[in-house]
């Protein structure tokens, strides 16, 4: 990759966040390149959903700045980050239970994309775009079903076609593969790959090392709100800290 | 059969013309047009109640401050031109009633809007107590307020003329015809527009709307003020209705339990719900009063209440639904 122009997509200093008197993430500074396939890694409850949260500002971060292709996102709240290109799953999917899956990826479509736009796409362009983003997670056949008639498997491809829908230039995957089978990772890692390709630069929050490992051109570890590491994923894991933090001494 | 809303907007305003007229022509006893006024105003106080409740999410059990706050703006209107004239010598002519519905319509609505402010952050159950608590504090303002009678109340002598011909209880049943058209009309425009998919995004995951770009508190917001508006207008009206008003009767908690009440029963999915639940209770509450005791009202409601939640939890239009799908 060649050395960009201009500033990063993603710039973060100094990011705390309390609950109460816990300290859930402490000191993160992070630095994002346009295209970057970030893998983030770290045990449970280390905080990397939080993290994800104050980015997306689903969260308010108490301390830090977090400026998004130059532009500092300080009380801009969730839709209007969405609107700038930030997009994020969430870890236990939300999807929107009265609404048909067609429906599902039609509101960041109406709401982001649209509300993006000069030119708003035409309701015959939604419908297609509608069934193209389901077809690319292979629920094209189920557009009009809901989302209770869904596997949980299907559901975290829904969670991550919604978000795809926003059009963004950021992608936060939350755990989008725990408990699929072997192929069907395969299928989500093409899926993401692709969207890599298209431009979209992603960061995969994942507990399954081999789909980290065989996504990520960079690796970022996260302990006890702290981060630890932050490298080539090689050399990320091998750091002695992490491979504490993992084998527990 | 897909009814596009100009021509649904044709439909209703048609059936309620019909509906008016034919009353006009056919039925001389007062009593059908007292009882069919207050059917109405349900109508138009549960479509109100479902835009917030239904189609956002958000359950309101304040409808009685907003519909006491429609009904005395119009009150307070109703005394202006006396208190010009006595206390400035300047001669006022009587404020007619639609002009009173609008302006209930601009208080409710605004008070939609500040509940809204101040309320919409909190969730769930949160959000139902907050609106109760909202009532008890508009309704004690009314209570100290000597102008609008306080907790005594005040007398209200209607108009010596109703327009549009026939007495002027007519009249009331005339233009509560026409709030229910106008809010049936605009809560079918929501429900198939996409400002009321992006309601239905934020009932069913607030967190995911946001995420997907839908700006959740100014829809929010839109959604209370709306409802506030409605119900404001429903309430003008009421101080000609009554002729005596006071804070007992205008704050009573039948407005709110039966505006809960109807679109659960009815189905809370789509505007006939509402209707159907306000017709249906409406119509049972009516007739019990007059055969048994009002006494009862709120017993039937309640126990039909618990019914349908348990058993029917999408109310009428659900079990339809329900039924034509194991028939097709
Ligand atoms: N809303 C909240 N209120 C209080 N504590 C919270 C909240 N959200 C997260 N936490 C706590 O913050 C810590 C970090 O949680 P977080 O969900 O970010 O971890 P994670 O790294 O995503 O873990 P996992 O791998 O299990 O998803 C945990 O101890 C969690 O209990
Ligand atoms: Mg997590």
Redesign the pocket.
Known sequence: MTAEAGPPLLEVRGLGKR??G?V?LEGIDLTIAKGERLGLI??????????V?CLTGT?HNETGSIHFEGKDLRGLIAHERTRLGLARSF?LPKPFHSMSLADNVRIPLLYTVNARQRHALSDAQIDERCQELLSHVNLADKARRRPRDLTQVEMRKLELARAVATQPTLLFA??AMAGLSHSEIEEILAVLLRLNEEGITIVL?E?IMSAVMSFSTRLMV?VA?HKIADGPPQEAIRNPEVERAYLGE | MRVSNSLFWVLIVAVGTVFVVASRLTITNEYFYFAGYVVLEYIVLSTAWNILGGYTGYTNFGTGAFFAAGAYSAAVLHKLPATLHKTFDITMAPVPLPVMIVAGGLVSGLMGLGTGYLTLRLRGVFFAIATLAFTIVVQTLIVNWDYVGGSRGIYIIRPANAPLGGGYIQYLFSLMTLLAVVSVGIARTIERSRFGLGLNSIRDDELAAEASGVPTLRMKLISTALSGALMGMAGAPLPYYVTYLDPASSFNLAYAVNSVAMPVIGGMQSWIGPVIGSILLGTIQQLATVTISSALNLLIVGVLLILFVVIAPNGIVGLVQAWRRREA
């Open positions: 609950f109460g816990f859930a770290g045990p449970n409850g280390s905080g990397k959903s939080t993290l949260n969260l870890q939350d755990e929050i507990h996260l709100g």
